[in-house]
């Protein structure tokens, strides 16, 4: 089979990418363009600002993928782009350059879901390693700051199947780990800022209850669906909990003076106290074995046969030594991306795409942004 190579674009949140992928393996080149200077003084993203900034960054960052890969424009397969879900401004920058490149190349265009790519930002690196035993069935927990969500997966033939069995019911993950940090006056995005400064802090310093979900999802329309076991996830107790903790341990000028200044990482070590290292060692533990726990009980009840754990919260260190420990404890294989594919980034859009580029699955013409897309 000759070499297929792909132009993967995405754009569905705050990060600008591009990358070629040689045949679902290789990374030729990967160029991701951060918004985080943009939408840090906001705590959060803003989608019109990430629209505009999505528009000044497109072409700049596809002109360095193709140059970093040493390939012209004419000599790419395919193109493929990020469908949804995401912000609908966002994904439409990505999706009319794509469609109007593609045209003007006269190349097949592909429309990915960005959920099935983070997973595919897993098989690609293990392919990339050699590494082509993989069991199944696949469980995976795609942990980001928009999602929260456990698939089952499958591949049949060529392509891919999933079975959604757990999502969060508010809050996704790394949004939790972001709202914190905002409480405590650090940076955007919080969850590599709490990450690093966790380190110095005692996790049993503070008891957050774990979320207790006990009603099933009314908006669960797949019938199906909702009779098999299911793990959803719950987020925005743990945030109204710091926040009274905060309020109740008179931590507020700390916070008032952190939020007056523009700091880094290594600048917020010196401007927080061994109260707030212990608050956010708490939180992070408390989010680490929630999610592990319930990932574990998920592949138990399902009798998986391995693991996949990514998105932008997968480059978290506690949460990948805990699911290491404890899937090795089950004699489970985990696999995660390296940390740049855990966050978005468009390597792992163009992944997802060579099977459907072998299956011929092409984008019609009209296809167009779908904010919220499901994948199963
Ligand atoms: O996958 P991603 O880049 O974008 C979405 O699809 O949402 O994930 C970004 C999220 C943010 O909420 C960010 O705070 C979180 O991932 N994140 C982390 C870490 N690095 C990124 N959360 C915890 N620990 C980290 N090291
Ligand atoms: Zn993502």
Request: hydrophobic share 40%; charged share 20%.
């Amino acid at each position: 089979m000759a070499d297929v190579y792909i132009l993967g674009i995405e754009s569905s949140c705050d990060e600008t990418a591009a990358a070629v992928v040689r045949s679902g393996e290789e990374v030729v080149s990967n160029v991701v363009y951060s918004q985080f200077e943009t939408h840090g003084p906001y705590g959060g993203v803003v989608p019109e600002l990430a629209s505009r900034e999505h528009l000044r960054a497109i072409v700049p960052v596809v002109r360095k993928a193709l140059t970093d890969a040493g390939r012209s424009y004419e000599t790419v397969d395919a193109l493929a782009v990020t469908q949804g879900p995401g912000l609908a401004g966002s994904l439409l920058v990505g999706i009319s350059y794509a469609k109007a490149l593609a045209f003007a190349l006269d190349k097949p265009l592909i429309a990915v879901n960005h959920l099935e790519g983070h997973i595919h930002a897993v098989l690609l690196e293990e392919k990339q390693k050699g590494n082509r035993e993989l069991q199944f069935p696949v469980l995976a927990l795609v942990v980001s700051g928009g999602h929260t969500h456990l698939y089952l997966a499958q591949q049949s033939g060529g392509s891919w199947t999933y079975e959604n069995i757990g999502h969060t019911r508010d809050d996704a993950a790394g949004e939790a780990f972001d709202k914190v940090a905002k409480l405590l006056g650090l940076g955007y995005p919080g969850g590599p800022i709490i990450d690093k400064l966790s380190k110095l802090g005692d996790p049993s310093a503070v008891r957050f209850p774990l979320s207790q979900i006990k009603h099933p999802d009314r908006r669960e329309r797949n019938v199906e669906a909702a009779e098999r076991p299911r793990f959803d996830f719950s987020y925005s107790g743990i945030k109204t909990s710091v926040l009274r903790y905060i309020e109740t341990h008179g931590m507020q000028s700390g916070i008032a003076s952190r939020r007056a200044q523009k700091a880094s990482v290594d600048d917020y070590r010196s401007l927080c106290d061994q109260q707030t290292f212990n608050l956010m060692a708490s939180f992070q533990r408390t989010m680490v074995d929630d999610l592990v726990a319930k990932t574990l009980k998920a592949a138990r009840a399902y009798d998986v046969a391995t693991l996949f754990v990514t998105g932008g919260v997968a480059a978290n260190r506690e949460l990948r030594e805990t699911f290491e420990r404890q899937a090795a404890h089950e004699g489970l294989p985990v696999y995660f991306p390296s940390r740049p594919l855990s966050t978005d980034n468009a390597a792992m859009i163009a992944a997802a795409a060579y099977p459907k580029f072998l299956e011929g699955q092409f984008a019609p013409a009209e296809f167009s942004a779908e904010a919220s897309l499901r994948l199963a």
